[in-house]
């Protein structure tokens, strides 16, 4: 039996505890596409086991970059359910929330049928205004208000 420093201990279950961290990173990354993506609380748990190990690794940036992303967009979309947005921004944070590799379903869900119903209002409104050229260009207008 040979005995160990208590740093050398420590050092190692750090450096165990990489190695799972690791491991789990990359099994997130491979899966992340398929068809029951992580929340993003799963990923926060991932990144304040890394802040906690404190050891850096090329797939923690790549995780921490999701992280970051899917947080503004989230910050971004809970107020856009809130509140009256642009079309265009409407859009885009449905393609954006569309293209993250995280279930932001709950959300997403809200802003689509916003979406929708926009789209459907809009169509109304085409259907309702006459077709001359001024019109048009007041509906592109107003569209883009």
């Given at each position: 039996?040979?005995?160990?420093?208590?740093?050398?201990?420590?050092?190692?279950?750090?450096?165990?505890?990489?190695?799972?961290?690791?491991?789990r990173?990359?099994?997130?990354?491979?899966?992340r596409?398929?068809?029951?993506?992580?929340?993003i609380?799963?990923?926060?748990?991932?990144?304040?086991?890394?802040?906690?190990?404190?050891?850096?690794?090329?797939?923690?940036?790549?995780?921490?970059?999701?992280?970051?992303?899917?947080?503004?967009?989230?910050?971004?979309?809970?107020?856009?359910?809130?509140?009256?947005?642009?079309?265009?921004?409407?859009?885009?944070?449905?393609?954006?929330?569309?293209?993250?590799?995280?279930?932001?379903?709950?959300?997403?869900?809200?802003?689509?049928?916003?979406?929708?119903?926009?789209?459907?209002?809009?169509?109304?409104?085409?259907?309702?205004?006459?077709?001359?050229?001024?019109h048009?260009?007041?509906?592109?207008?107003?569209?883009?208000?």
């Open positions: 039996l040979a005995l160990r420093p208590r740093s050398l201990v420590r050092l190692q279950d750090r450096i165990e505890r990489a190695h799972i961290l690791r491991r990173i990359t099994v997130w990354n491979e899966a596409n398929q068809e029951n993506p992580q929340n609380k799963f990923i926060s748990t991932l990144i304040k086991q890394a802040n906690k190990i404190d050891l850096a690794f090329p797939e923690l940036f790549t995780l921490t970059g999701v992280h970051k992303k899917a947080e503004e967009w989230m910050d971004r979309a809970s107020i856009a359910v809130r509140t009256t947005i642009s079309f265009e921004e409407l859009e885009s944070l449905v393609s954006v929330g569309e293209s993250l590799p995280l279930n932001v379903s709950d959300v997403l869900e809200k802003l689509q049928n916003r979406l929708k119903q926009a789209q459907e209002w809009i169509v109304r409104l085409e259907e309702i205004v006459p077709k001359s050229e001024d048009l260009m007041w509906l592109r207008r107003f569209r883009n208000a």
